[in-house]
């Protein structure tokens, strides 16, 4: 499968990375100045941060000016054998350099084609950019957040772009398996808003859902202001006593004074669900009678989902992470780097990390001469690419 690459930052590259990892010819067509993630954050050298050589390993860079007739007509050359053609410019700004759909298609009519927006082209916020923070606002993260935590806030992680990055993997996917049944291509399109938005409501939709409404949009259990770690008596711990089977386990086992006079009342899940953030406060209370390892190793016994608090950097050194191969150090040029790689498992056909991110434009003479190029082909001085 050869995809033909031109997205940057995180939601595209994010998706091209792990076609990379289950065997995909990767091709990243950068401008000249590089994509823009080479820069954000530590490496071993400029122009290759650590977020950038994640989310682009195992891939081939290729530098092309697109406003050149050599760079262009080598992109034309590199779609002609291309499977999957992907990018993360704006609508106008592809149409503009002649690769919009229509004109790529004309090329290469099997080709899957995949646009990764920020606000679908039907919508009124089409040409609106777009990065993970203000669609996580806009989508109602920080509202969200404010209702369990008092203060409107961003989460930790760049879920939007992730989130939509793997909803245009599995758009792609989708797309090429009608192809194989079919042989016909098609245009795809993945927008941040409109993924993000389905993504918030799938619980959050909630009594909103109905006509007419049985209550706001809103799923009460998460937005629980008790609903947070349990401070235990030397630190904290995680854990959801929450089906009926598990709160019996933990009332028979603990045995907390407050359960005696509210057997009836926390009864059944339904119950508990209507009085969550109570049920919430009082398992805190409890929680703090014990240490975390007591309380985990008692969890345990009676199958409760629990877990400790750990940080990022704890991921490295996990048990469970090491014991089912979840790293892989690759050698580079800079040293080794242990790539937090594939999470999915398959019986035949497993996938794994296909090497470092490439330098920029570190491929480009390879790239053209198996296309019958001249290694000048599309590499004209630029000051980057619209």
């Known amino acids: 499968m050869r995809v033909v690459d031109l997205t940057a930052m995180v939601m595209g590259p994010y998706c091209t990375q792990i076609m990379a990892d289950m065997g995909a010819e990767v091709i990243k067509v950068e401008p000249p100045a590089g994509d823009n993630?080479?820069?954000i954050s530590v490496g071993p050298r400029s122009g290759m941060s650590g977020v950038f050589v994640n989310v682009n390993r195992g891939k081939r860079s290729?530098?092309?000016?697109?406003?050149?007739?050599?760079g262009a007509g080598a992109l034309r050359a590199l779609i002609a054998r291309a499977d999957v053609f992907i990018h993360s410019m704006r609508a106008k700004a592809i149409a503009k350099l002649g690769f919009g759909y229509p004109d790529v298609a004309a090329i290469n009519p099997a080709i899957v084609y995949t646009n990764c927006y920020g606000y679908g082209r039907r919508g009124p916020d089409a040409d609106r950019p777009a990065y993970d923070d203000t669609i996580q606002a806009e989508c109602g993260l920080p509202a969200v957040q404010e209702q369990l935590t008092g203060e409107a806030n961003y989460v930790g992680t760049i879920?939007?772009?992730?989130?939509?990055?793997?909803?245009?993997?599995?758009a792609t996917m989708m797309a090429l398996f009608h192809r194989e049944r079919t042989g016909e291509g098609q245009e795809v399109e993945v927008a941040m808003f409109e993924t993000m938005a389905s993504f918030m409501l799938v619980e959050h939709a909630n009594g909103a859902m109905f006509d007419p409404p049985l209550g706001p949009a809103v799923y009460p259990r998460t937005v629980a202001p008790n609903r947070r770690p349990y401070e235990t008596k030397d630190g904290h711990i995680a854990a959801l006593i929450y089906n009926d089977k598990h709160w019996q386990a933990f009332v028979d086992a603990v045995a907390p004074a407050w359960y005696e006079e509210n057997r009836t009342r926390y009864a059944t899940l339904e119950n508990r669900a209507r009085h969550i953030d109570t049920v919430y406060s009082l398992i805190a209370e409890t929680l703090k009678e014990r240490t975390t390892d007591e309380w985990l190793t008692l969890f345990r016994e009676l199958e409760i989902p629990a877990a400790p608090i750990n940080t990022p950097d704890a991921l490295f050194d996990n048990e469970h992470l090491n014991a089912v191969g979840l790293f892989e150090t690759v050698d580079t040029p800079h040293g080794p780097v242990r790539f937090p790689g594939v999470p999915t498992w398959f019986s035949r056909t497993p996938g794994r990390v296909g090497g470092t991110a490439p330098e920029l434009g570190a491929d480009t003479e390879a790239v053209l001469a198996e296309l019958g190029l001249t290694p000048q082909a599309g590499r004209e001085p630029a000051q980057g690419m619209s």
């Open 62 to 70: 290729v530098v092309l000016d697109l406003r050149s007739e050599d």
């Open 37 to 39: 993630t080479r820069f």
């Open 159 to 170: 879920m939007a772009d992730k989130v939509a990055g793997l909803t245009a993997l599995y």
